[in-house]
T-cell receptor
Framework: KNEVEQSPQNLTAQEGEFITINCSYS?????LHWLQQHPGGGIVSLFM???GKKKHGRLIATINIQEKHSSLHITASHPRDSAVYIC?????????????FGKGTHLIIQP | DGGITQSPKYLFRKEGQNVTLSCEQN?????MYWYRQDPGQGLRLIYY???????QKGDIAEGYSVSREKKESFPLTVTSAQKNPTAFYLC?????????????FGSGTRLTVV
């Protein structure tokens, strides 16, 4: 099965810093999701991308289909952004079994 | 507001007992999924269902069972045959099978077997 690699695994930064989380995958995909998991465990979908770039508030997600790479950026980071960020992909021609997930990036923003 | 409700949030069971985790959605989604999350690992698929009265095994189905008698409900039973059941369990649903669009997660159930 396709492997989804995220980097870094862990990231600690100071409030206000610009944050970048990377995701790379090895085969063709039809869509890529960025998800946010807070300490309580529930997961929220941030973006679904198939090409280009999307922006929501301080969050920006980009994808380069040719390079099989996506990045999630957080501008003016804040302690409330502390969470695990998960990249997940929908394979081209994939079946009904849903998404393939990365292991997540654990982000801590210190005040 | 529409969403997925998982209950309970925390569950403790003795070794050897079966336990059923609840997942209910009011999004009118056809597809539903159960995932298991362990520390340092990505979400792994246990079972999925594309439609009522149909479900398929995922990557780690051994020791688990499901039913899909109603569109809204997809309960997961962790049986005594599951060798390492302590984990965080997430339910999800999507508008269409495969999760390309409208993928929604529940808040999870943390199961501890003692």
């Amino acid at each position: 099965k396709n492997e989804v690699e995220q980097s870094p695994q862990n990231l600690t930064a100071q409030e206000g810093e610009f944050i970048t989380i990377n995701c790379s995958y090895s085969v063709g995909i039809s869509a890529l999701h960025w998800l946010q998991q807070h300490p309580g465990g529930g997961i929220v979908s941030l973006f679904m991308l198939s090409s280009g770039k999307k922006k929501h508030g301080r969050l920006i997600a980009t994808i380069n289909i040719q390079e099989k790479h996506s990045s999630l950026h957080i501008t003016a980071s804040h302690p409330r952004d502390s969470a695990v960020y998960i990249c997940a992909v929908r394979l081209v021609g994939g079946g009904a079994d849903g998404l393939t997930f990365g292991k997540g990036t654990h982000l801590i923003i210190q005040p | 507001d529409g969403g997925i409700t998982q209950s309970p949030k925390y569950l403790f069971r003795k070794e050897g007992q079966n336990v059923t985790l609840s997942c209910e959605q009011n999004l009118n989604h056809d597809a539903m999924y159960w995932y298991r999350q362990d520390p340092g690992q990505g979400l792994r698929l246990i079972y999925y269902s594309q439609i009522v009265n149909d479900f398929q095994k995922g990557d780690i189905a051994e020791g688990y069972s499901v039913s899909r008698e109603k569109k809204e409900s997809f309960p997961l039973t962790v049986t005594s045959a599951q060798k390492n059941p302590t984990a965080f369990y997430l339910c999800a649903s999507s508008i269409v099978p495969g999760g390309g669009v409208g993928y929604t997660f529940g808040s999870g159930t943390r199961l501890t077997v003692v």
